[in-house]
C-alpha cells in the first residue's frame, strides 16, 4: 500500500536530532514524501545551540544531524492560496504559529506529523485538516488506512478533545 504524503511538525525535526529512536528512524524509513515549511528550518536553527548545551550534544553533531534530516524532507517555501488563507483562519484560534503547517496540509490533503496536543486536538475537533503523532505515523508504515489512523488518534486524545 502507498502512504501518503505527511507534513513534519518542528517538534519531529527537533526530535529526530536529538535521540536515536523512533522518530529518526521512521523519518528516514517513510517511503513516500515528507514535506515542511521553510518556517520549520528557521525555527529549529532558533533552538538548537540552547538544545545542544543543555543536551551536552556537540552543536556540531546537532547542525550536521539537521542537514540529513533536510535532505530527507521537502521544504516548501509557503502554500498556495486560498489554503493559507484558510489555514491561518484555523490557527488563530489555537497558535498562529502553526499555519503554515495547516496550509500545506489542507493543500496536500496530507496529515501533520507532530506531538503538539493542540494542533491534534483541534484537527479532531475542526476536522478540517488533519494531525497525527509517531503512532499514527507507524501505522501508515504498516499500511494502516488513515481512517482507521484518524479513529486512533481521536481515541487516544479524547480527554483532551
Known sequence: MNQPTIII???KIL???LRPGKVRRNLFKYPSPI???AEAWKEAEKH???LAEKKKIPLSRLRSLLEEIKSEVI???TAREPFTRKAEEIASRFDPGDAPFIA???QHNAPIW???HKLIKHSHKTRKYTAIDTEGVELLLEGTPIEKIK???QEKYRDQI
Request: no cysteine; charged share 30%.
Open 151 to 153: 479513529e486512533r488518534m
Open 104 to 106: 500545506l496540509a489542507l
Open 48 to 50: 538548537i545551540e540552547k
Open 114 to 116: 507532530t506531538n503538539d
Open 9 to 11: 511538525d518542528t517538534n
Open 15 to 17: 526530535a529526530a536530532i
Open 35 to 37: 514535506l515542511t515549511p
Open 75 to 77: 521544504t516548501t517555501e
